[in-house]
């Protein structure tokens, strides 16, 4: 089952499509569609830079993670991320089994940075890659937009950098998409820590570690107990960033019988 509590047959898609903007202006577009069934789940996004963005320096990328639903909880196997900037391309690609990245790699291989903090065997246990942490499994069977979803810390693993998202309740709201999905949302603050795999002394790295106005706003994937992102807010020195939806449609799926 999906969820502790939740009905076997609980699946699910979601469609969404998100505007990405700075300080009010539009910087990007993008996709995400999500595959929830019994057992298993899967994941694909892409996206790029519009507008001044594009004329300056603009980039693409997509990614896609799949993985297996165990006892309640997501377990990713495989996760691909290629972003491409002008004629350069960069891919990622992580196999994990039991929570444990098994291998991961980074074509073209980046050169050695040495001042960047290593990333142990042990910073590659118990972690999730950085599209299932987007996504948050609420258990039991009472309110799925609840104080309670918020209560969790994501150890993520992204190919190069291991850090932790911990979220923490801020307040209810209520979102409209332009198609699909309008009422409540979740609203989670979030905090970065940085773990191992990156410079310390990084001014960005310095400064997102520091905020503490970073929020995730977060909407149900129709059929599951599986709450997707609809907003993400976070300060940066020439404005606001934030990634919103104006598609947000999901389904409830009807299991499959013999």
């Known amino acids: 089952m999906l969820m502790a509590g939740a009905p076997a047959h609980a699946q699910g898609r979601l469609e969404a499509k998100y505007q990405a903007s700075l300080a009010g202006l539009p910087i990007g577009k993008g996709a995400w569609i999500v595959d929830i069934s019994d057992d298993q789940y899967s994941a694909a996004v892409s ?13 693409n990328g997509t ?12 377990s990713p196997l495989n996760y ?56 948050l499994r609420v258990a039991g069977t009472g309110d799925l937009l609840s104080p309670d979803a918020c209560r969790k810390t994501m150890p993520v693993f992204d190919g190069r950098m291991r850090y932790d998202l911990r979220l923490d309740f ?4 209520k979102v409209k998409a332009e198609k699909g999905y309008q009422g409540p949302v979740v609203v989670c603050s979030v905090y970065f820590t940085p773990i191992a795999g990156y410079v310390p002394d990084r001014v960005s790295i310095k400064y997102v570690a520091a905020q503490r106005d970073m929020e995730i706003w977060f909407a149900p ?13 976070i300060p940066t020195p020439l404005g606001t960033g934030m990634i919103e939806a104006t598609e ?3 389904v409830q799926k009807t299991a499959k019988t013999n």
């Open 47 to 59: 996206g790029g830079t519009t507008g001044l963005m594009k004329s300056i320096g603009g980039g």
């Open 63 to 74: 990614g896609t993670t799949q993985g297996r639903i165990v006892s309640g909880q997501f």
């Open 80 to 135: 691909v991320s290629t972003v491409n900037y002008g004629k350069k391309a960069e891919v990622i690609r992580i196999a994990l089994a039991g929570g444990n990245v098994k291998d991961s790699a980074i074509e073209p291989e980046p050169p050695v940075t040495p001042d960047r903090i290593p990333v142990t065997d042990a910073h590659r246990r118990n972690v999730l890659d950085p599209m299932t942490g987007a996504l």
């Open 170 to 173: 801020k307040r209810m709201d």
């Open 221 to 233: 994937i129709a059929g599951t107990r599986v709450l997707a992102p609809f907003r993400i807010a």
């Open 248 to 250: 947000f449609v999901s």
